[in-house]
């Protein structure tokens, strides 16, 4: 199952796809995390199983020896020829990131626009890298971009859900609609939501969400546990207070599991 994590900046996207990555490897599955946000931050999320080298957190993206290496081009060689099946089946191997609950972390970094803008070297290595992954790993989680731009990618587009991260608070609404708008029109199906820092108040969200066709799959509450492991730099599913919370990400997993079958 491939899940692809969207919605406006600041909602909880990466705490919902570390939590649901987390959940899915508890459960046994074989579970692989892309960190695919520019700004990427998902491993402390995530919390790491021992140390992690230095060199593992530099994104895919940014390695462009690597990119030349494999596709024969470098990463922004517009229109010039380069592999288009780059071999990609060794990179979780020698650039994952062991994390808790058997989760593995890839940080790929920012993928340029798809389409005309960037048929390019990276672009390639990446849309491989996910094709290659879907079929690697049972559940591929992928903590996207904040925003809409991302959506006509392959990374995107070819998921089996995706998954929309809502705050009670009318932008992150209007995101919600400008994703499932685009996504329809994109002809991707499985569209649903999460809110996420309920409070009291919320209802209304809630009730709009399902209103403009995207199901919510779930409400968490504003937990304090998440605030308390910010101020900390730990994973919050790693605290006592944690395992709350984490108990509703298990329960999540297990619907999205439904609704993707
Ligand atoms: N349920 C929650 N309760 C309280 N704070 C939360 C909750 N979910 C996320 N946060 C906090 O909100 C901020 C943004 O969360 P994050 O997951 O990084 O969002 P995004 O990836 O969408 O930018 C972080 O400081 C995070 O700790
Ligand atoms: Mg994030």
Do not use: W
């Amino acid at each position: 199952m491939k899940i692809a994590v969207t919605g406006k900046g600041g909602v909880g996207k990466t705490t919902l796809a570390a939590g649901l990555a987390r959940a899915f490897g508890r459960r046994g599955k074989r579970v692989v995390a892309l960190d695919v946000d520019p700004s990427p931050n998902l491993l402390l999320t995530l919390g790491a199983e021992g140390e992690v080298p230095e060199e593992k957190l530099l994104p895919l993206m940014e390695r462009s020896s690597l990119i030349q290496e494999r596709t024969g081009a470098p990463p922004e060689g517009y229109g010039l020829v380069f592999k288009l099946n780059p071999k990609v089946d060794d990179l979780v191997e020698r650039f994952g990131i062991r994390c808790r609950d058997g989760v593995r972390l890839l940080v790929v970094g920012k993928i340029r626009r798809g389409g005309q803008g960037c048929f390019c070297p990276a672009n390639a290595l990446a849309r491989r890298l996910v094709d290659y992954l879907s079929g690697f790993a049972e559940v591929l989680i992928l903590d996207m971009e904040a925003g809409v731009e991302h959506l006509g990618r392959g990374t995107t587009r070819t998921a089996e859900v995706v998954l929309v991260v809502v705050e009670p608070s009318l932008k992150s609404l209007e995101a919600a609609k400008q994703i499932k708008k685009l996504g329809a029109d994109l002809g991707i199906t499985r569209i649903f939501s999460v809110v996420n820092k309920f409070r009291e108040g919320g209802e209304e969200v809630v009730k709009k969400l399902e209103e403009g066709g995207t199901p919510v799959l779930a409400v968490l509450p504003h937990e304090e546990a998440v605030v308390k492991a910010e101020l900390l730099g730990k994973s919050v599913f790693d605290l006592e207070e944690g395992k709350e919370f984490f108990s509703k990400m298990v329960e999540l997993s297990r619907v999205l599991e439904e609704k993707a079958a």
